[in-house]
């Protein structure tokens, strides 16, 4: 197996840190660090519904994604000044608000909207995935607090929710690619799951080799276990609360 930065093993997890209430005036903020990927994750909620959800009593979840202009190798140019939303961004953005929406019961939060705003300080492979995981306890946060101020009766959450990429590396099966190893993967694939273990997602992609079906089980058994970690690490942060 290919050696890994930090001399991970090929079932290892990046180191991860996640500081949540980051920004004061938000308690549904998270920074989320996995290995080298840096992103804030922010849940805000505003007393209205696209027009499709009007008069139903049911709320809706969204969520947007942006890189800032120095998070990559080379400079990221803000999309906002081109005038439109590349398909990657659109891609991650429904990823994001459909892995989110999975868990939460939209009828417990009226006709309300919840915005899940995600954005790459430094970007080192695993974006998409890190920014549900931490989405996930941002808007455990927000609806925490929603719940004390006497704005929700109940938590509206069904279960966990967490993301992690899993590729094979020069014939080597490996859990959370960080850029380098995504780069050169054979195959790359990202799963969302709940904490009970059911899917949510599974993206898979042939990048410069085919998988068989005992590849496609033996990386979905890694994901599983890397996913049951994080969730793991969202339990302690938001403890018997959820």
């Known amino acids: 197996m290919p050696e890994r930065k930090g001399n991970r093993s090929a079932g290892d997890l990046r180191e991860l840190k ?73 891609e991650i953005q429904r990823l994001i608000g ?37 989405g996930f306890i941002a808007l455990a946060h927000l609806f925490l607090e929603m719940k004390r101020e006497g704005k929700l009766a109940t938590i509206p959450l069904t279960d966990f929710v967490s993301a992690v990429s899993v590729g094979i590396v020069n014939g080597s099966l490996m859990l959370d690619l960080d850029y380098q190893e995504d780069s050169q993967a054979e195959v790359d694939m990202n799963f969302v799951m709940t904490g009970r273990g059911r899917f949510i997602e599974v993206q898979g992609t042939a990048e410069n080799a085919t998988f068989d079906r005992q590849q496609l089980s033996a990386m979905t058994d890694l994901a599983a276990n890397g996913i049951e970690n994080l969730i793991r690490y969202q339990r302690e942060i938001l403890g018997d609360a959820i």
């Not at 892995?99 to 430094?122: F, G, P, W």
């Not at 695993?126 to 549900?132: D, K, P, Q, S």
Request: glycine share 10%; proline share 4%.
């Open 98 to 134: 459909r892995s989110l929406r999975a868990v939460t019961n939209l009828a417990a939060i009226s006709e309300r909207t919840v915005y899940i705003d995600c954005d790459v300080i430094q970007a080192d492979g695993g974006t998409r995935t890190a920014a549900i995981t931490g």
């Open 18 to 90: 996640i500081t949540h209430k980051y920004l004061s005036h938000h308690p549904g903020s998270v920074l989320i660090e996995i290995g080298e990927t840096i992103l804030l994750c922010a849940a805000s909620i505003e007393e209205r519904v696209p027009s499709f959800l009007k008069n139903t009593g049911r709320g809706w979840l969204t969520a947007e994604y942006s890189m800032l202009p120095m998070s990559s190798r080379t400079r990221v140019p803000r999309e906002a000044v081109s005038g439109k939303i590349g398909g990657r961004t659109h």
